[in-house]
């Protein structure tokens, strides 16, 4: 696993589908997956292309510290989809 990786808070691994909107004012939603979760963040995977920095808002019916996070890195699937490291904001 990349160094990139590392995470403040031990992370449990998670199988939940969320959805994450770009602007809370939107209506535009998008899907993706939970593959683990920390008190300071969470690794998301979808088809949505994102970019470091970009913040994004969380709707899920399981408990997160924060519906609020921002991405901090990014990993290309082979299945053509992306891994993203969120922090909770």
């Known amino acids: 696993m990349s160094s990139f990786y590392s995470s403040k808070h031990d992370r449990c691994p998670i199988d939940c589908s969320v959805e994450f909107c770009l602007d809370l004012f939107s209506q535009e939603t998008f899907e993706g997956f939970i593959e683990n979760i920390s008190e300071s963040g969470m690794c998301l995977i979808t088809t949505k292309l994102l970019d470091i920095g970009q913040d994004l808002t969380i709707n899920t019916n399981i408990f997160l510290p ?24």
């Open 66 to 89: 924060s519906h609020a996070a921002s991405v901090c890195w990014i990993e290309q699937n082979d299945d053509g989809s992306y891994k993203y490291g969120l922090r909770f904001r």
